[in-house]
């Protein structure tokens, strides 16, 4: 089971993409079109974009006080094939485009091999998660569904954790925004 302060960035152990580079990366000419076009047309709320600019900016006076300011880094687990994934990560990366900062960042850990559903029971569950990245069956990272957004301050500790979408119908600025609330 997933516990917050349990998961630290030293966790991952595969090769990360930043999420300025995840949208060239892609060899398969259905799954780029799909991430291209979602990130084309989402556009992040410009109020809360400015609201997280002011938060990230190393100059502003909430970066020292607040306990999530100094730097959050996102890591995206998914899929090239998972529409969902392809939604969530396209925007998590505008959004950080938009906020330009580099108290800011987005990776994204791509390879999930085959979906999360299983008729099979548990013992194909595990055979699933071996034959994908080592985080996708690491306890610490409990990977349930894909995509799976962890939130680390400072490159360290996990402090939130999303499955495919924010609860109560918030969008990413919006649950960023109240993250780092303090």
Known sequence: MFEIGQ???DDIESPIIPGTEYLAHFTETKARIMHQSNYKAYSPDPEMIHTLQQHF????ST???SPTSRRISILILGASWCKTCAHVTPLLTKIAEQIQSPNFE???LSGAKTTLNTTQGASDKIQWAKKSPPEYHNPKFDVIAIPIVYFFKDRDECIARVIKYPTEGLS???YLAQLLQP
């Open 7 to 9: 998961l630290h960035w």
């Open 57 to 60: 900016s190393p100059l502003s």
């Open 63 to 65: 970066s020292s006080t």
């Open 106 to 108: 987005v990776f994204v």
């Open 172 to 174: 990413y600025e919006a």
